[in-house]
Structures are given as structure tokens and as C-alpha cells.
T-cell receptor, first 113, second 111 residues
Framework: GEDVEQSLFLSVREGDSSVINCTYT??????LYWYKQEPGAGLQLLTY?????DMKQDQRLTVLLNKKDKHLSLRIADTQTGDSAIYFC?????????????FGGGTRLMVKP | DGGITQSPKYLFRKEGQNVTLSCEQN?????MYWYRQDPGQGLRLIYY???????QKGDIAEGYSVSREKKESFPLTVTSAQKNPTAFYLC??????????FGSGTRLTVV
């Protein structure tokens, strides 16, 4: 299985907040990322957080990082139907070939009107 | 505008045929990657290249081949040895610190 874990599915009502959670395994990861994938499209970088930060806010998006528990979350305020997509978290790891991203399996967010 | 372009968007392959998926980037990124995505699934790494004229196998390289003769280009060939090639293929490039930039994908179907 994947080393980066996410729940498969989240359903919310339009206007509510969404919280998508992710756990990772490599405590030496320097950067952690959130990507959004709409149907039939590639992945779009939403935001990233450096490992020495606890929180990062960007408009409706808030990223929280708990390094002790290796837990990352993405909060979307005032969720809209256009936010319906698959969300992937990823951690940057170093290996013999250099730095690479390891992705979680993705969380499908469904926003109901 | 800088970006990464995959072509074609849709591709149909007959049994026993090799097909090549194109990936081109003008971001001046050194590293490039190919992923496979099956319906409702996450990403699985096929091949990656950190520098021109060098590439490494990912988790599911069997039945695939790549080349990296130019920095801008990283084509993926799906060979007849790949028994279940129907999937969505994503190419990405990276400057290693600010995440990956993804193409819009190629959907390959065996007919």
C-alpha cells in the first residue's frame, strides 16, 4: 500500500467547510503539497507547506501540519460545487536519485448543492 | 506561457501495437516523470528522468519504455508487452523544490 494515506471519499454541502486529511511517514520530508484533479484533467498544484511551518493560509485554503503526528490537513472554507474533485497530498522525499514526490491515493470530494 | 504539453489527448491502440505518448515541457525543468492512473485510483510511477540521457524505472515499468534525448522531451512508449494498457497517463516535470507541474493527460484505450 501507499506510505502516504488519505481517506477515499468526503461529501459536504455547499457553503460548509471541508477538511481533507493525510498522514505521511517520512519525518525528514521538507515540503508537503496538496494537488487538485478535476475529471479527465491533470493535477493542479493548490498549495504547499514547508516542514518548519505549522500553518499556511491562502484565501479559502488552510493547510495545517502536525509534524509530531505526521499529519497534514487541507481545509477549504465556504466549499463550492466547483471544488468537487480528487485531492492528493504528497511529500517530498530524498532518495538515491534525488528528491521525488510520493503521493497519497487521493480523496474524492463531492459538494452537494 | 511556460507549461507541459501531452499529446494526443485520446489514443486508441490495437492489440499487439506499440504506441508512443508525447510529453514536452518549456519550463527548463531537469526532472520529468510518467504516471499511470486507473479509474478511481491514485498515481503509479512508470519511469522518471532526473537529467538528460538518464532515466530510471519506477514501480510499474514493465511493458513500457522511455527516452530522454532532449531536456524538453520525455516520450513514453507503451509496448505490446504491456497486457493491460488502458489507463490515463500523466506526465510531469519538476524543479524539485516547488512540486511537480503536470500535463493534461493522455487517455489510452485498447480496441
Amino acid at each position: 500500500g501507499e506510505d502516504v494515506e488519505q481517506s477515499l471519499f468526503l461529501s459536504v454541502r455547499e457553503g460548509d467547510s471541508s477538511v481533507i486529511n493525510c498522514t505521511y511517514t517520512d519525518s525528514s520530508s521538507t515540503y508537503l503539497y496538496w494537488y487538485k484533479q478535476e475529471p479527465g484533467a491533470g493535477l493542479q498544484l493548490l498549495t504547499y507547506i514547508f516542514s518548519n511551518m505549522d500553518m499556511k493560509q491562502d484565501q479559502r485554503l488552510t493547510v495545517l501540519l502536525n509534524k509530531k503526528d505526521k499529519h497534514l490537513s487541507l481545509r477549504i472554507a465556504d466549499t463550492q460545487t466547483g471544488d468537487s474533485a480528487i485531492y492528493f497530498c504528497a511529500e517530498l522525499r530524498a532518495n538515491n536519485a534525488g528528491n521525488m514526490l510520493t503521493f497519497g491515493g487521493g480523496t474524492r470530494l463531492m459538494v452537494k448543492p | 506561457d511556460g507549461g507541459i504539453t501531452q499529446s494526443p489527448k485520446y489514443l486508441f491502440r490495437k492489440e499487439g501495437q506499440n504506441v508512443t505518448l508525447s510529453c514536452e515541457q518549456n519550463l527548463n525543468h531537469d526532472a520529468m516523470y510518467w504516471y499511470r492512473q486507473d479509474p478511481g485510483q491514485g498515481l503509479r510511477l512508470i519511469y522518471y528522468s532526473q537529467i538528460v540521457n538518464d532515466f530510471q524505472k519506477g514501480d510499474i515499468a514493465e511493458g513500457y519504455s522511455v527516452s530522454r534525448e532532449k531536456k524538453e522531451s520525455f516520450p513514453l512508449t507503451v509496448t505490446s508487452a504491456q497486457k493491460n494498457p488502458t489507463a490515463f497517463y500523466l506526465c510531469a516535470s519538476s524543479d524539485l523544490f516547488y512540486g511537480y507541474t503536470f500535463g493534461s493527460g493522455t487517455r489510452l484505450t485498447v480496441v
